[in-house]
């Protein structure tokens, strides 16, 4: 069982010239593996602060981030064990992958740095990663991030992730930079993952509609505050606080929308 | 009855490399005065460099190999887009068709103020105004769309993104065009900032009657806003239908593969896929 | 527009504190040099200074060993605010400052008027092909390349081979005729002009290329945004487009490199005004360096390091004007 924490955790970010930003504001939730969480924010919500937080690009001004009751360790051993449970995958695939390598040596890489199998079987480790993430293993391997679509290098990043055998995963808007028809097929594949391999998923977005269909629980992110968090279906179905009924409101919604207009869609904006 | 503003009949363009790329293949299509034209499509299928084609925008090695465009102007004169002289052209652009473009930074020249930018139009479009008229008129725009008369002097940079794109559709309604193509207006902004934009697109609209070409990826939002839905790939037109048939009754393929691309809001929960 | 008080203040005080390094600088130098030759001209010409001549070079030279560097440093400040630079060796013992004035003017006209020229013509011209991007006009690239990749005494000595020794069309050396003296007459503005045009031209040869590559590369970026697209579609026309939008914007990255080549601008004097010999600044420090003449040589270096401070200045000012987003900024 792995669980990680988020206890009273406060970002300021001191502006010079500027009174100082509170980019998260007393944020507390608890992930555990098996389970996912959508992080839904509007930009400058503090979403990609968290996200910063768990990359420890930055430290919290206040509060703990606890990883099964432990503080992260900000190096050693104990780091590098942290990135092993917890890996992340980023929203721009191009800038994720370095274009002078291989897709095998992206892959490699994790595995032989954690030891995750003996070397002897690496090549064959790689390859089911590769099948894992639905990439026909021969026709990609030897190619270099540039030679694949935006979707399979999302793929690619996203087996790399797994290589390590994490239990938790942050996906940073993993699809936002995707053709629209492709998103879903990444989508379903994460969400199959989630179920087989039993990860813990933190779901950063902006789209409520994935947020609602991907993940158990959701809370919303407003100027750094979490200001509703609950089943996704509670929280889009019935939002309690003003603003989440704002973000639903705002957000196109076709179903609705031909439901409650007549015939005669003229003009039919707002 | 039907009161067509503008004409695109067999309209192709093809990127002139090697090999050859047809980025627009035969478009035909009719707009009606005060239409609100959704055009969808991903990345890469020709939507944007239609719209380019429209105004004779395309750089080289864009080049627009058949069709005709024609403008039916409120004043009853027919114009053949592709007829005009390059100074023609240049008179016709913005007068008749204005653009909106992605709500980024970019579309605003970063190092003159905003209130520059409007006074261009009228210094171009409408010689005969002189300094103080084309003040007054900057001042009413920013004020129609809320961006407030005292920011006449601010920079792109010292914007928000809504205000940017509030500034740019300032732009596009200097000279009260017919027609305004907009190019994923909405796509960079916050998701309630994209709501207050459309509101003010629907606001205006109805003020002073324009008809819009909208270009975006974003199906759902086309569904909500759209008269009627020109769905795009590969360069082609391969659906065209009203905003509610193409939801209910999709006939192609790839219509219904980019419906069902969208998880729906409030609909069945547990399946990405519909 | 709007006053940025913050940015100025922040700008001038990162000015006023690399004048007070340079200077301060210039006080340690001589200090870390062996003083012997001061000491020994000054016995050698003992008599003929006076003593308030002496005692100004003693301060600018260090040679005060009586006195703790405080005291010295102080005074030496002082000397400067009274204008006094010490004497010049190899001029009679005239004020380094006279010395210094007679030349200056020389160099800044020429170099200046021929950078300016050269920077202008190379970012206007470099706008233009740009603009006609893959047109005839390309050629222009690497013929103005070539000359810039020329050793420039080369091109000069050519060019005097040329234009002056064979066809005589202008003079091959000074600033004006021998026997005439600076006054305010057609006939001796004639014979500056006559005098400045070829090391002018010659500068702008060599210098054009980089202007030219510079702003043609960077049109060619600034060509793909997004507000020249809308430029267009607002129906401007291509002039306006070109020079409003485009060149307005591409042009900003080449103030920046303006601002760095100063020094090289500096350097290029030297040379040009040797290979010319133009009666400049630079022909001053290498006749003081050749004459030992230290407090001259102190002196030129002091000019030189203030000129560029201040054309640093000049091109961060205009930066800032044709920039909005940098007056935001705090530096």
Known sequence: MTTLEFVNVSKRYRVRGAPSMLALDDVSFTLHDRETIALVGQSGSGKSTIAKILTQL??????????????????????????????????????????????????????????????????????????????????????????????????????????????????DEPVSMLDVSIRLGVLNLLADLQREEGLGVLYITHDLATARHFSDQIMVLHHGRVVEHGSADDVILNPQHEYTRELRSASPDPEKHFATTSAHPQGGVA | MPDPLLSVHDFSIVYDVDPPVEAVKNVTLELQRGEILGLAGESGCGKTTLAYGLQRLLRAPAVITSGSVTFHDASGVDIDVNALDIEEMRRFRWDKISMVFQGAMNALNPVTTIGAQLDDVFQVHRPDLNRRERRAACEELLELVAVGRERIRSYPHELSGGMRQRVMIAMALALRPQLMVMDEPTTALDVLVQREILRQISQLRHEF????????????????ISDRIAVMRNGEIIELAPARELWEQPQHEYTKTLLASFPRLTGERGVLVR | ??????????????????????????????????????????????????????????????????????????????????????????????????????????????????????????????????????????????????????????????????????????????????????????????????????????IVIASLGGWILGMRNMMLTVLDEDYITVAQAKGMPNRRVLWNYAARNAMLPQLSSFALSIGFIVGGTIVMEMVFSYPGIGKLLLDATTAKDYPLMQGVFLIITMAVLCANILADVAYAILDPRTRQTEA
């Open chain 1, 58 to 171: 930055e430290t919290p001004t206040s509060g703990e981030v606890l990883l099964n009751g432990k503080p992260i360790p900000r190096h050693g051993r104990g780091l590098r064990s942290y990135r092993q449970t917890l890996r992340m995958i980023f929203q721009d695939p191009f800038a994720s992958l370095n274009p002078y390598h291989s897709i095998r040596y992206h892959i490699e890489r994790p595995l032989r740095l954690d030891n995750v199998v003996p070397k002897a079987e690496t090549e064959r480790e790689v390859r089911r990663l590769l099948e894992r993430v639905r990439l026909d293993a021969d026709s990609v391997i030897d190619r270099r991030p540039h030679e694949l679509s935006g979707g399979q290098r999302q793929r690619v990043a996203i087996a790399r992730a797994l290589a390590s055998r994490p239990s938790l995963l942050v996906a």
């Open chain 2, 209 to 224: 009657g324009f008809s819009v070409i909208f270009i975006t990826h974003d199906l759902p939002l086309l569904l909500e």
């Open chain 3, 1 to 202: 527009m709007k006053i940025p008080v913050r940015f100025i203040a922040s700008r001038s005080a990162f000015y006023l504190f690399t004048a007070f390094a340079a200077i301060t600088i210039n006080f340690f130098l001589p200090r870390m040099m062996a003083g012997d030759p001061v000491t020994a001209y000054m016995q050698r010409n003992a008599g003929q200074i006076t003593p308030e001549a002496e005692r100004s070079l003693r301060i600018l030279f260090g040679l005060d060993q009586d006195s703790s560097v405080w005291e010295q440093y102080s005074d030496y400040w002082q000397l400067l605010f009274s204008g006094d630079l010490g004497r010049s060796f190899s001029n009679g013992l005239a004020p380094v400052g006279d010395v210094i004035s007679s030349a200056l003017p020389w160099t800044l006209g020429l170099v200046g008027i021929a950078t300016i020229v050269s920077f202008v013509l190379g970012t206007a011209t470099g706008a233009l092909i740009g603009w006609r991007r893959g047109s005839k006009a390309d050629v222009i690239v690497p013929i103005s390349t070539f000359f810039s990749t020329v050793p420039y005494f080369w091109l000069g000595l050519i060019a005097i081979a040329v234009f002056s020794s064979t066809l005589g069309w202008f003079p091959a050396s000074h600033a004006y005729d021998k026997g005439s003296s600076p006054e305010f007459t057609a006939d001796f503005i004639g014979q500056v002009i006559a005098h400045g045009a070829l090391p002018a031209i010659t």
